[in-house]
């Protein structure tokens, strides 16, 4: 029997990309995820992890899980020190409803772990489209504009129609049959007839960030 493979972490991440590394926790047991934190302070970094459990979190030792700014819905965790946002949000997070609020807040967390803050419109799906129209000025305020939807995915391709930025578009897993755990919205989104609309992968609220923290060093200087 092979032994297992060492864990590496990637410390030249931002050098290369402008983007800290992320740690995946899904499918890591709690001592895995341990040794990557033990790594990670000896060479004194903070982590972002992404889809970590409540039951991973809780057993990991105490010392290391009271580290680690944690939260459950989007199952998302800061280790180590890791520096507020500041300055006026340049990323708007539009989500259809609540259901698909653990993704949207993903990206959330994503941005503010590299020190952007982002705006956060929620329950402004088509099916109440009124809703949408009411705060469509104040998106198209924004650059960059993240969408999360689920069920037939209507809501990146109404934005896109409507907003001059980049709009990211993010496929959730919401959804009744047929959505089929987000692929239905992540077709919808592929297939959109709005111009310019990038898509990432179902539930990927961190990929969406990252797409987003791509771009904002491209944008003019505020002011």
Not at 117 to 132: K, Q, S
Request: proline content about 5%; glycine content about 12%; aromatic content about 4%.
């Amino acid at each position: 029997m092979s032994a297992p493979t060492a864990i590496t972490l990637d410390l030249e991440r931002r050098a290369r990309l402008g983007i800290e590394e992320a740690v995946l926790c899904q499918g890591k047991t709690p001592g895995q995820v341990a040794d990557i934190l033990l790594r990670a302070d000896e060479a004194g970094r903070s982590l972002l992890l992404t889809r970590l459990g409540e039951g991973q979190r809780e057993a990991l030792p105490a010392a290391l899980a009271a580290r680690i700014d944690y939260e459950a819905l989007s199952r998302t965790g800061f280790y180590g020190t890791v520096t507020a946002p500041a300055g006026a949000a340049r990323v708007a997070i539009v989500s259809a409803g609540t259901s698909d609020q653990p993704v949207s807040r993903e990206a959330a967390r994503t941005l503010a772990y590299h020190g952007h803050a982002a705006a956060e419109i929620g329950d402004v799906g088509v099916a109440g489209l009124w809703r949408l129209m009411a705060r469509i000025d104040e998106i198209r305020a924004f650059p960059i504009v993240i969408v999360a939807a689920g069920m037939d995915a209507a809501l990146p391709s109404v934005v896109g129609g409507l907003v001059p930025g980049l709009v990211i578009a993010v496929p959730t897993s919401t959804g009744y049959g047929i959505a089929d755990g987000g692929t239905t919205a992540m077709r919808a989104m592929l297939a959109s007839c709005a111009p310019g609309v990038t898509v990432v992968n179902i539930d990927n609220g961190y990929g969406a960030a990252c797409a987003a923290l791509r771009a904002l060093p491209l944008l003019a200087p505020e002011g």
